[in-house]
């Protein structure tokens, strides 16, 4: 049974920050990589980043680049996002997915996914 479940979401004031967690019982052994997308009301889901599972490589979307970290604890099952210099435009549900081992990291490849966090920032 596939498990991934968010949390650490909440409120914040514009320049703070929050980290947030995603237990994942397919993480470690059943996944390339492991991301972080985002849907703000109204709008489409978006990329967010993600890492490979092995290598510890990330990725991340222009939005986010250099103000979010994505990180990884296999012996927890645990992907970390950290967001830092939080802006309102950050404010969505967010959440984490994975992609089998035998698929390629790519945006359309997620096909793991969790319930979603709630993230406002105002």
């Known amino acids: 049974h596939v498990q991934l479940v968010e949390s650490g979401g909440g409120s914040v004031q514009p320049g703070g920050s929050l980290r947030l967690s995603c237990v994942a019982s397919?993480?470690?052994?059943?996944?390339?990589?492991m991301g972080w997308f985002r849907q703000a009301p109204g709008q489409e889901r978006e990329g967010v980043g993600f890492?490979?599972?092995?290598?510890?490589?990330?990725y991340y979307n222009k939005p986010v680049e250099g103000r979010f970290t994505i990180s990884q604890d296999k012996a927890k099952n645990t992907v970390y996002l950290q967001m830092d210099s939080l802006k309102p435009e950050d404010t969505a549900t967010y959440y984490c997915?994975?992609?089998?081992?035998?698929?390629?990291?790519?945006?359309?490849?997620?096909?793991?996914w969790g319930q979603g966090t709630q993230v406002t920032v105002s």
């Open positions: 397919v993480f470690p052994h059943s996944t390339k990589c």
């Open positions: 997915a994975g992609v089998e081992r035998e698929r390629l990291c790519r945006w359309t490849e997620f096909s793991y």
């Open positions: 890492i490979y599972t092995v290598g510890d490589n990330a």
